[in-house]
């Protein structure tokens, strides 16, 4: 998983409540299991029409936003279903971090396992960020995961609250495939202790 550290990028602004993993990544996108390829049907039934052309007013359609890396969207963001595709169509679009006031539980915690930062933060920080995001090309934030703020276009900055051991992964990329594989002296030495004391297990190999 790559590393967050600090994120410096278009930050688009989506002011809906409720955006659920359906509206995310629409469930007839579900049938792979790969995680890259996603990211051209990410919001897609908001983002293109009946024929396929791109919805002229959605936000990710507009030459400013194009190339977002931080989305400012509305409360309860991500709820819904629990599918995983949802952050992995947020993380190969681009998308890096999510600021809202609350989001689901389970997606919350899904965007973690797959490198990307949901922050929660105030209504009053919300619409403050809303309004910087609403300024196009020039909504450019800036988040510091190690100092825990966003540094909006004026300057501005505000602090963000995050679990410790969330961070710690993030800051080093590590998912549950890594945080496992941060044990393999200690599973190296069990596969061999038991590989020792029951052969017969292992026969096959």
Known sequence: MEKFT???GVAAPMNMINVDTD????KQFLKTIKRSGLGQHLFSEM??????????????????Y???????????????????????????FGIRCVISTSFADIFYNNCF??????????????????????????????IDLEAQTIKGPDGGEIAFEIDEFKKHCLLNGLD??????????KI????ASQKAQQPWLYAAE
């Open 23 to 26: 509206m995310i990544i629409p």
């Open 66 to 92: 194009r190339e977002a890396s931080i989305l400012v969207a509305g409360d309860n963001f991500g709820c819904g279903s629990s599918r995983e595709h949802a952050p992995w169509a947020l993380l190969d």
């Open 176 to 185: 549950d495939v890594g945080l496992t594989m941060q044990e393999k002296d």
């Open 188 to 191: 190296d030495s069990y596969e």
């Open 47 to 64: 983002r293109f029409d009946d024929d396929g052309g791109e919805v002229a007013d959605f936000v990710l359609n507009k030459q400013a």
């Open 6 to 8: 600090t994120l410096e």
């Open 113 to 142: 396992k797959n490198g990307i930062l949901p922050i929660k933060v105030t209504k009053e920080q919300l619409d403050a960020l809303m309004d910087d995001a609403e300024r196009g090309a020039n909504a450019t934030l800036t």
